[in-house]
């Protein structure tokens, strides 16, 4: 996909102007018509980069309410750090260098001149942020140290897509200090649970949980755990992880403590984060070939109540009854957005289609003299008839229903696309018919790697909801203790 600025501007006003492209026939091309149409975002002139537009902007603002509330539920306090690293914080931890060294942007001039000392724009914050940590941690008692950001980051990113992966992004990056591994354990694993209870209780996203091989864990960290989402073309999509950093990073940057034994002890750590990576999982999970579908508890606007019959000689009360009638859904604790333009009805109805709000209430002369309303589902298009008097109540139910029934056909789905295999013919079969496979892998990465070679599928994580079995690795033949999520991936 072209980056530069006049290529991308065109290609935008393209998908602005033409038919969603059937997911059948190209599902990358829909997935960016889909975001196009539905006004979410758009690429921007520096390479690789995106501009998000209000509508995608208000999905991001729902993530961070609804998470950042749960954070601080937790103990967890907002603070800010530094966009620009010194080089020499990265050098502290090798191995975290290294695996960020290929993504890096580095400023080597400002103000005129040649800096004394490059600076990273910073692709994650543990550098930044652990260099104060060292300051603020003096005792047991400062701990649990439990601090969260929300801020964007830079990556160089060599193949963009918009939401999925772009140079920047936005994202929240929550890092923690406790006294002991145990508690840094429990810690990353809340964290990990908190993200999957949000993906599937608010996103309608059913997902994987679970443990990251060796090879593909966070640089520098212990162990990392993941949440994985299944898009509709059948590939698995990083929505969210969760590292137990261990003492790698709190004994580089010198984070120690004087614990209750008078001694000083290095601090144990976790580091944990979702980005609008997350936005983009959604919308290949839900939406059709008709444009954006959301569910309610995330759709910035749950309800849409469009006026019809404009100009007809019964219309002249149905303003005013489509204003209180919005007023009253905003009191029952609803979103609500009030479309009274001067449109036809079928302009209206296609543009809140495209962008996905999850309920249509239709009102106009005849359906003000039958005291009733017109509701149209966006997941599946059903009609049906809501009276005016209970329609606080009625509509309440009905989101309800439509949120429970985007999650039940998605875990339906992710269950029906994932298969257990037991020998690698199966496994490439599979693999090649687009499936997520449960396998066994002797866990070692020369042969983690010979499978991704050969087949295009890497390692997603060790479901913590699959139960420990011995077997046989599917490639090599021996031994395994569990068995691993493989897919393509984003």
Not at 30 to 59: F, H, Q, T
Not at 318 to 335: D, F, I, N, T
Not at 414 to 434: L, M, P, R
């Amino acid at each position: 996909m072209s980056q530069n600025s006049s290529s991308s501007n065109n290609k935008d006003d393209r998908h602005a102007e033409k038919q969603i492209t059937p997911r059948a026939e190209d599902f990358s091309e829909w997935y960016l018509d889909v975001v196009s149409a539905a006004e979410l975002a758009e690429n921007a002139p520096v390479r690789g980069c995106m501009i998000i537009k209000p509508n995608g902007y208000a999905l991001w603002e729902r993530i961070q309410k609804i998470l950042d509330d749960r954070f601080k539920e937790l103990g967890v306090a907002n603070a800010y750090f530094p966009l620009l690293i010194p080089e020499r914080f990265l050098e502290k931890e090798a191995e975290h260098v290294e695996g960020f060294s290929p993504e890096l942007a580095v400023v080597t001039h400002a103000g005129g001149k040649d800096l004394e000392e490059r600076l990273a724009v910073r692709p994650t914050s543990e550098t930044i942020m652990y260099d104060a940590f060292s300051r603020w941690v003096r005792s047991y008692r400062d701990l649990p140290l439990l601090i969260n950001q929300w801020s964007n980051v830079m990556r160089w990113e060599l193949r963009p897509r918009l939401f999925l992966r772009t140079s920047e992004f936005l994202w929240q990056e929550g890092h923690t200090v406790h006294t002991t591994e145990e508690e840094a354990d429990e810690r990353a694993r809340q964290m990990l649970q908190v993200y999957k209870d949000f993906a599937e209780d608010v996103m309608a996203v059913p997902v994987f949980i679970g443990q990251k091989s060796e090879s593909e864990k966070f640089a520098g960290a212990l162990h990392t755990y993941t949440v994985e989402s299944v898009t509709q073309e059948g590939k698995a999509l990083q929505f969210a992880t969760s590292h137990n950093l261990g003492q790698n990073f709190s004994r580089a940057f010198e984070i120690t403590y004087l614990g209750q034994d008078g001694a000083r002890h290095y601090g144990w750590q976790t580091s944990w984060g979702i980005s609008t990576r997350a936005i983009g999982g959604m919308v290949m999970t839900h939406s059709d070939d008709k444009g954006l579908v959301l569910p309610p508890r995330m759709a910035p606007q749950q309800v849409v109540i469009t006026t019809v019959g404009h100009g007809m000689t019964n219309f002249d009360r149905v303003p005013s009854e489509a204003l209180r009638l919005a007023e009253q859904l905003r009191g029952s604790g609803l979103r609500v957005h009030l479309d009274d333009r001067e449109l036809r009805p079928g302009e209206k109805f296609f543009e809140w289609e495209r962008k996905g709000v999850p309920l249509r209430l239709e009102l106009g002369g005849k359906e003000l003299s039958a005291q009733v309303l017109t509701a149209v589902r966006r997941d599946t298009g059903e009609k049906q008839e809501i009276n005016l008097s209970q329609a606080d109540t009625q509509v309440s139910e009905l989101l309800d229903k439509i949120q429970t029934d985007m999650f039940r056909r998605a875990a339906e789905y992710k269950e029906n696309w994932t298969k257990e295999v037991d020998s690698w013919e199966e496994f490439v079969k599979e693999i090649q018919a687009g499936h997520l496979v449960l396998a066994h892998w002797n866990g070692k990465a020369d042969v983690e790697e010979k499978i991704k070679d050969e087949t295009g599928a890497s390692t997603r994580c060790a479901p913590f909801d699959h139960p420990a079995e011995k077997g046989k690795c599917i490639y090599s033949g021996e031994p395994s203790s569990c068995r691993f999520l493989f897919a393509k991936a984003y």
